[in-house]
């Protein structure tokens, strides 16, 4: 069997903003290992598309769940759900997320608000309820999604690379208190992703990939799962990319002025 394939039908696994992406993409290769799957998103049309799609190419049961996860007491509600629906999760897979590009005093409040309890407030309370279960049920894996930016002090980044950077500070040390419990975590840190979360057309998505500035969603989630069965605590998936992370925090302060200069026009 591959590395993390099951007995088809055997095991769940639950995979938030899997409407989209590398959403997309994780819920696909977990369905092919033999997983079925409870997918979410705020997108219901979408995942419904999605459910359709890999019921019939997988033989896996697809279970949909239209939610807005950026609130207070979202993850509460995905747990209750779950709990009323009977369906016991094996895979965790948090990978909603929302991009913000634009200077901390020109950001809306809303979306200030929403970015942090998204990508820290949900994923975290997430972990707690079904990384409780799973330790009480004997094991079980938990894969988070945080980013490469947390190693970028860029201008207009402030917000979203302190929240991923959160993401990654929590996952780590949380990978050791629940590896004893044999419940397996490990948090994904890509670079950029061809998708349409940071707002590029697919003009522009395609020409990154030629220059292998981005890399394709499916890449980044077979490297984010491959990490997970191995257990391991924390990956970049584009090796290329982990070379720049020392330059990165030594960056002149004029070369951060001349970036700041030059992404303004995109700040949004």
């Keep these: 069997m591959k590395r993390g394939e099951v007995v088809r039908g055997s095991k769940t696994a639950l995979v938030t903003g899997a409407s989209t992406g590398i959403g997309h993409s994780y819920a696909e290769q977990l369905a092919e290992l033999g997983y079925n799957l ?12 999605l459910a ?3 019921e019939a190419k997988y ?8 939610q807005d996860l950026a609130l207070t007491d979202s ?14 999760v094996d895979v ?13 005093i020109d950001t809306p409040i809303e979306r200030v608000k929403r970015t942090i309890t998204l990508h820290d407030i949900t994923y975290t309370v997430l972990c707690q309820l079904f990384g409780r279960d799973m330790a ?4 079980g894996y938990i894969l988070n999604m ?11 980044l402030a917000l979203y690379s302190a929240s991923k950077s959160y993401t990654k500070a929590f996952s780590v040390p949380f990978a050791k208190e629940m590896r004893k419990r044999n419940v397996f975590v490990t948090v994904v840190c890509p670079a950029g992703i061809a998708t349409d979360l940071y707002g590029l057309n697919k003009h522009w998505q395609g020409i990154g990939l030629k220059l292998h500035a981005l890399s394709k969603p499916s890449f980044c989630a077979r490297r984010g799962l491959n990490s997970l069965w191995r257990k391991r605590q924390c990956i970049v998936p584009d090796w290329w990319m982990r070379l720049f992370i020392p330059i990165l925090s030594i960056l002149p302060g004029f070369v951060l002025n001349w970036l700041r200069n030059f992404t303004f026009k995109w700040q949004k």
Excluded: H
């Design 75 to 88: 993850a509460e509600q995905l747990y209750d759900w779950c709990k009323e629906q009977g369906l016991t």
């Design 136 to 139: 009480e049920r004997g094991g």
């Design 146 to 156: 945080s980013s490469f930016s947390v190693w970028m002090p860029f201008p207009g």
């Design 92 to 104: 965790l897979i948090n990978n909603a997320g929302m991009f913000s590009f634009c200077d901390m």
């Design 38 to 49: 409870i997918v979410v998103s705020r997108t219901e049309s979408k995942l419904k598309e």
């Design 59 to 66: 033989e896996v049961k697809v279970t949909v769940r239209a």
């Design 52 to 54: 359709e799609e890999l």
